[in-house]
Every structure is written in C-alpha cells, then in structure tokens.
C-alpha cells in the first residue's frame, strides 16, 4: 500500500508488479490539491478524540458503580453487555431514523453520539475488569486519613487506574478512527470521515488506486505513530493485575 502511493499511474497498473521504480508525490499531491481528504481527517479527529474523552469518563464512573457497590446487581451488568452484541447492521437503521428525525445526519455531533453510545459497554466492561484488580483497602485507608469520596476516586483509584485507561482510550479510539459503516450511512458531505473518504477514490471512471494507497497511507499513519507512542502502557494495562496474589 506505501509503495502503491508513491508509484504511477502506469507502474500501479503494469501486469508485473514493479519494484524498482521512480518514485513521485502525485497521488499526495491530488489528496490535498483536488479532494476534500484534510476536512476529513479533521473530521475524524473530532469525532474520535471528542467520543473517545466522553466514553473514558462516563465508562469509568459507571465502572467503579459496578465494581464497588454492584449496582442493578448481575443483571445490569448483563445487559450492558449485551448492547455492544448487537451487529452494527442491525442497528444502524434505528440510529438512522432517532438521528434523522433530531436533526443529526450529517453533523459531527450525530457521530460522537454513536461512537459513545457504541464503545461505552466495551469500555465498562474493560474498566470494571481493571477496578476489580485495585485493592479496596488502599481505599479505605485514604477515607481512615480524611479523604472525601472524590479525593479518593481523584487521588488513589484514577493513578492506580491509569494503564486501564490508556488502553482503554486506545481501543476506543481505534475503533472510532476505523469505523465505516455508521459514518457512510449518517454522513454525507459535511461531516464525512476518512475511511468513507478512502472509498471515494472508488469512481464511475474507475479505482484511483494511486490517490486511494496514499489516503489509506496517511489514514493508518496517525494511528500506528499513537499505537506505537502508547505502547508500554498496552503492555502494562495488559498485564494489570496478571499477578496478583
């Protein structure tokens, strides 16, 4: 796919592949020149970074209610989870008409809104997982030493939660950047996202092979560079609570 970018037309289209050929900038050149690919990338940074915040914070708070005090017991639980088994297909159409009749089609609003209401279970789940590896005496010792319940949740569970919610962030930020389906069916112009803007290098005239290897290049790097940059904190959130006991 890299080396697709940077070729020809007449080196991508070749019965052999080429590998050794002359490099060139054109297929980036037309992403920023003749398409809308930069409003894109805002767009999906928007929509990612702003769902990603919403579904870290609300899923932690949900999560220390389950973990802690077991509110609405297994059951609750249960059927938290039990919304994130649904296939997307299944519920898109639903999304569609609530989002329609709202207003929302075609706005980043409508699109953080589906992407919070879609990783939020994931991210309970995941959380409540990491919760349950905290001890509670190091809780109840912070509320022996005068801590209010806040203090507590800022000072001793947040720090001690801190490689849950790195990994946290990125999944749900991953699966927020890659989405596809919710974002070609809710958007249009506007507010459309870098994997349906890579799609529309698929014309009447034909595949743009060249301008589509380059979006796709420049889609998936923003994504490794933050995998890679978070990479000690996957393996530590990973790992959390692998030996305890």
């Known amino acids: 796919m890299i080396c697709t970018s940077f070729k020809q037309p007449l080196d991508i289209l070749t019965p052999r592949p080429k590998i050794v050929f002359s490099p060139t900038l054109e297929n980036y050149s037309y992403l920023q020149e003749k398409s809308h690919f930069g409003k894109y990338i805002l767009n999906s940074l928007v929509v990612s970074v702003s769902s990603t915040a919403i579904v870290c914070a609300l899923g932690f708070l949900a999560a220390y209610s389950l973990a802690r005090y077991n509110v609405g017991g297994g059951q609750l639980a249960f059927f938290i989870l039990s919304t994130r088994m649904f296939p997307p297909i299944a519920v898109v159409i639903p ?3 609530i989002f329609r009749s709202l207003g929302l089609i075609d706005t980043r ?3 953080i809104i589906c992407y919070t209401m879609f990783n939020l279970p994931f991210a309970i789940w995941l959380l409540m997982t990491f919760i349950k590896d905290i001890p509670v005496g190091l809780e109840d010792a912070a509320r022996i030493d005068g801590y209010t319940p806040f203090q507590v949740l800022l000072k001793v569970v947040v720090p001690l939660l801190a490689p849950g919610l790195a990994v946290t962030a990125i999944f749900c930020l991953l699966f927020s950047w890659n989405e596809f389906l919710f974002a070609f069916l809710l958007t249009r112009s506007m507010a459309t996202t ?9 014309t009447q005239r034909g ?4 301008p589509m290897c380059a979006a796709a290049t420049v889609t998936v790097t923003p994504m490794l560079v933050f995998t890679l940059f978070l990479q000690r904190y996957i393996v530590r959130g990973l790992t959390f609570g692998a030996v305890k006991g």
């Open 95 to 97: 999304y569609f008409l």
């Open 109 to 111: 609003l409508g699109l």
């Open 194 to 202: 870098v994997t349906v803007g890579v799609a529309g290098f698929w």
């Open 207 to 210: 595949i743009l092979w060249g």
